[in-house]
């Protein structure tokens, strides 16, 4: 088991950027592929980002292509969401998430949450 607690959100302005961590304890970084989701209230949680287990293979949402980059440190038990260029509709509480099998993006492949850490891009 592990758990993930996230931080790096908060207010900032169209075009600025925000560097967002999530931080794991219990079990190993390493045993997991891991991934970042995010929810606008009302909506489904939707997938930004993932990265396997030992961080050769990254994957993007179209959405965010070219703008936000994944990054781990397994020796720091870490995952960082750099995001730049950032725009109104990134607006949503961002989630780390946890995977002991595969970097998808499917929801239902994460097993482990953390409980969010709310980014907001005024205009």
């Known amino acids: 088991q592990v758990q993930l607690v996230e931080s790096g959100g908060g207010l900032v302005q169209t075009g600025d950027s925000l560097r967002l961590s999530c931080v794991a304890s219990g079990r190993t970084i390493s045993d997991y592929a891991m991934a970042w989701f995010r929810r606008v209230p009302g909506k489904e949680r939707e997938f930004v980002s993932a990265?396997?287990?030992?961080?050769?293979?990254?994957y993007y949402a179209d959405s965010v292509k070219g703008r936000f980059t994944i990054s781990r440190n397994n020796a720091n038990r870490t995952v960082h969401l750099q995001m730049d260029y950032l725009k109104p509709e990134d607006t949503a509480i961002y989630y780390c998430?946890?995977?002991?099998?595969?970097?998808?993006?499917?929801?239902?492949?994460?097993?482990?949450w953390g409980q969010g850490t709310q980014v907001t891009v005024s205009s």
């Open positions: 998430a946890a995977s002991p099998t595969l970097a998808t993006r499917n929801v239902i492949t994460y097993r482990y």
């Open positions: 990265i396997t287990k030992n961080g050769g293979d990254l």
